[in-house]
């Protein structure tokens, strides 16, 4: 985790907290504080702007020494190797997964509405059986959801996405290798 305190005139810290935020770093958090800001944490008030813009690059329970200009506040943050895409760039490629997985889960949750006729034509389904069988399929996420919940308090977001994706995908491949060998 990295903390970035830009300490200055009001309208000049936002606009060097603009700079160093528009690099997508989600473990660094930048503060703008005007100088003439009252009721600050402790070791914040210590860190004064003298004159122009100051920056406070901190990790853990150390801060750097101030930092006077933003290309070197901006180059100190760069180094510190929490950037990995441009904001834009990192936008884009989270919006198109995110549609991807919302299609495939649409997909999978619509997956018995387009049988339904077949299921009543050639194995003799009633209405009554259909809403069963859609009951059936969504009744385990109940429980799955709360498990999901305490598992990505427990394990992180990304992580337990990441192997619910891949959990998935084997659950995929298997279906399809399944009815490929059961014709």
């Not at 528009?22 to 070791?43: E, M, Q, S, W």
């Not at 702007?49 to 290309?71: D, F, H, K, Q």
């Not at 936008?91 to 999978?108: D, E």
Request: aromatic fraction near 8%; charge should be positive; include cysteine.
């Amino acid at each position: 985790m990295e903390i970035v305190i830009i300490r200055g005139a009001d309208s000049s810290v936002r606009h060097w907290r603009d700079e160093l935020a528009a690099v997508y770093a989600p473990r660094r958090l930048v503060f703008p504080i005007p100088d003439d800001a009252t009721d600050l944490p402790l070791a914040v008030p210590d860190k004064r702007a003298t004159g122009a813009n100051v920056a406070y690059i901190c990790r853990g329970m150390t801060c750097s020494s101030p930092i006077n200009s933003l290309p070197g506040a901006s180059l100190a943050t760069r180094k510190s190797g929490l950037n990995t895409h441009t904001a834009g760039q990192a936008r884009w490629w989270i919006l198109v997964f995110t549609s991807v997985a919302l299609f495939g889960n649409y997909h999978v949750y619509d997956s018995i509405a387009p049988v339904a006729d077949l299921l009543q034509r050639q194995l003799g389904f009633s209405s009554t059986q259909l809403g069963t069988l859609n009951a059936i399929y969504s009744a385990p996420n109940i429980v799955l959801v709360l498990v999901g919940g305490v598992l990505t308090d427990r394990f992180g977001a990304a992580r337990v996405t990441f192997w619910t994706a891949v959990i998935c995908v084997l659950g995929a491949m298997l279906t399809a290798i399944g009815s490929r060998t059961s014709s």
